[in-house]
């Protein structure tokens, strides 16, 4: 039985599709992060203001 639990475990495939997704939109940020300059510029000030606030 426990076999048999851990084999159906390994073959669900159900949330794969969901990290693959999200995978996807870390790489699209990433990008206009790194090519966008109005969007890096963006970044860099919130990241700068988070750091002076801490």
Not at 25 to 45: D, E, K, W
């Amino acid at each position: 039985m426990m076999k048999f639990n851990v084999s159906k475990f390994l073959k669900d495939e159900e949330g794969a599709a969901g990290i693959e997704y999200a995978i996807i939109a870390a790489m699209v940020a990433v990008v206009l992060a790194a090519f966008v300059p109005g969007i890096s510029a963006a970044i860099r000030t919130m990241f700068t203001t988070i750091q002076a606030a801490l």
